[in-house]
């Protein structure tokens, strides 16, 4: 359905040649500050995030646990906007141009905006997919289709109540990646079951040809080993905004090694990722 | 509407009222919110469900709820004969009875062995508590820590039934953070959880859903006005916070183009201040908690906190069929003040010795602006939507008052 090739693509068919997992890492944009999140961003692909996914920040994000709902309003506190955020990515991409980009988030800021030109305008700033939480494909013409149109990947999430019925719709206009919800249940919940994860991986495998990437309550190197190396790479969120709220003074400043630290995690968790 | 006369065909297919509705959730409740349609629509055809609620409705609610002319309301106004709709009457003291006991019919009948629910005030939790003691089911409230502090009589009255009550500190701890929380309970217990939304809003198919189990309300009217006057009212005025006890006394009127319908929000501090709730007059379409509406939100497509006095209408949304009314022309929405409200409240409980509840006290407030100047044989219904037990601690604070 998209135009031309993605950085998404381009670099899932990198690690499938190379016989390697992602590592998709989460991040708010502007937790807690624009230049400390731009910082952990610019940062990411070194500590060996092969997919960087940036939280836009809502009042109300409705799928997300206490630690991303922390980050989101600390982001909004410290004046981040969706403007803002596509900011973000067009500098990053002054360094970087291979790294994909995923923005993730709820419906309601990009709406207001405007679909079509909040399309225009991610694409032109390097954002190379979007995945955004309330809009199942029966919303597909808000912005799913848009976005397609736009030359942006459309990433759905599947989740363990998606059943065989429903999956060929949900995946229908689904691009770049699918992204396998291991949990019914809020981000930074209790790890998933490996062995009912891959059974709803091998699943989902069976309808379509596209990567299965797995999130939701992975917190360490070896949870992110362990998923991983059932699917085609994992996404690690709560654990990497919860090392930011751990780097901050009292007054919720940055701290001068928040960086570095929350750097240091992914590195971990990348290793992890990928440890033979 | 789409080459009908209709303004009550609504929801389409997709669960939209013109622009608004729809079915905006993760995917991880999409099949929950489809199952829910499928059993509702089944429940609606089986004549045993609609028994066994009128049953309820009769023997354990109190229904049908009086009309009740106020004489001396309408005497001291001087114009429109001002009847109300006694829905303060119904068991639990407020009209969200009615929906509780549709709602728990139905998960009763799709095997669900658990209740959650979101409230603000405390009323609809109040309800959810009442009907899941009677059936016997776990009950888990979702409500907002600051609400929790307005509302301790209704906290109280939740726990003795037996309901858990969590509190709710994310946001500004109100009834949107309730309703987020809620939403995210569901999502973490999909299996055995029924979730029990209190206003006309949420994921289609609520809005129709608990509009219908509401509009028991305005058939009543309907009827009753008809015994009393010999014919239809000329206007209905209702509160509204998310809107379910509007919804339910319009939607049975809303072909009967001759009645004027009248919905009033929560002016809180004044529509020139940002301390409001009033989400049609101040605010713009926007998608939250499963369907697009009017929001409370700001340039960014964040949503602002309401405020209001009462703790029942600082909702920053409002039901999507509302908002299809207003762009339709169908309904006027207005708006009154928490000072408005408070004067109104006093005024109807020294005229009529019926102490109202905050909300439907800023309904009253609107009737006490627009019934002066109508003719004496104008009928004018107004619905008491709740009665104000609860809110006699928070009265007492604004008139300071030292209990």
Known sequence: MTDGLTRLDTRFAQLAAENKKAFVAFVTAGDPDVTTSAAIIAGLPKAGADVIEIGMPFTDPMADGPAIQASSLRALQAGQTLVGTLEMVRQFRQTDDNTPIVLMGYYNPIYYYGAEKFVTEAKAAGVDGLIVVDLPPEEDEELCLPALRGGLNFIRLATPTTDDARLPDVLKNTSGFVYYVSIAGITGSAAPKKTAVAANVARIKSHTDLPVVVGFGIRTPEQAHDIASIADGAVVGSVLVEAVAQHLDAQGKAMPELVEHVLLLASQLAAGVNKT | ?403
């Open chain 2, 1 to 403: 509407m789409d080459g009908t006369n209709s303004y009550r065909e609504g929801p389409d297919e997709n669960g939209r009222f013109g622009l608004y509705g729809g079915r905006f959730v993760a995917e991880t409740l999409m099949p929950l919110i489809l199952d829910l349609e499928k059993a509702y629509g089944t429940a609606q055809k089986d004549p045993a469900f609609d028994a066994e609620l009128v049953d309820l409705q009769t023997h354990y609610v109190g229904r049908p709820s009086p009309l009740y002319f106020a004489e001396r309301l309408t005497e001291y106004y001087g114009g429109a004969k001002v009847y109300l709709k006694r829905d303060e009457l119904n068991h639990t003291g407020s009209h969200k009875i009615n929906n509780c006991l549709g709602q728990i019919l139905l998960a009763k009948r799709m095997g669900k062995t658990r209740i959650i629910a979101e409230t603000g005030a405390g009323q609809h939790g109040v309800a959810v508590a009442t009907v899941a003691a009677r059936f016997g089911l776990p009950c888990t409230v979702f409500m907002g820590a600051t609400d929790i502090e307005r509302q301790k009589p209704n906290v109280f009255r939740m726990k003795l039934l037996g309901a858990d009550v969590r509190p709710v500190t994310s946001g500004a701890g109100t009834l949107k953070d309730a309703m987020n929380e809620a939403l995210r309970d569901w999502v973490a217990n999909v299996d055995d959880t029924f979730y029990i939304i209190g206003t006309v809003a949420g994921p289609h198919p609520y809005p129709a859903m608990v509009r219908d189990f509401q509009s028991i309300i305005g058939k009543e009217t309907k009827v009753q006005m008809q015994e009393r006057e010999g014919r239809l009212p000329d206007t209905l005025v209702a509160c509204i916070g998310g809107g379910s006890n509007a919804m339910g006394l319009f939607h049975p009127f809303l072909d009967d183009k001759d009645v004027n319908i009248i919905g009033v929000e929560a002016g809180g501090l004044g529509l020139d201040t940002p301390d409001h709730a009033a989400s049609l007059a101040g605010g713009k379409p926007g998608v939250l908690h499963g369907n697009r509406t009017y929001l409370l939100q700001d340039d960014d497509g964040q949503i602002i906190e309401g405020h209001s006095i009462s703790a029942g209408l600082d909702y920053p949304g409002i039901g999507p069929e509302h908002a299809f009314l207003r762009d339709s022309g169908r309904v006027t929405y207005a708006s009154a003040t928490d000072k408005e409200a408070l004067e109104a409240f006093q005024l109807i409980t020294r005229l009529e010795g019926i102490i109202p509840a905050l909300e439907p006290s800023h309904a009253l407030a609107h009737v006490g602006k627009i019934a002066p100047q109508l003719p004496k044989d104008h009928l004018l219904v107004m619905n008491m939507c709740g009665r104000g037990d609860k809110d006699v601690f928070a009265v007492a604070e604004h008139l300071n008052i030292d209990l």
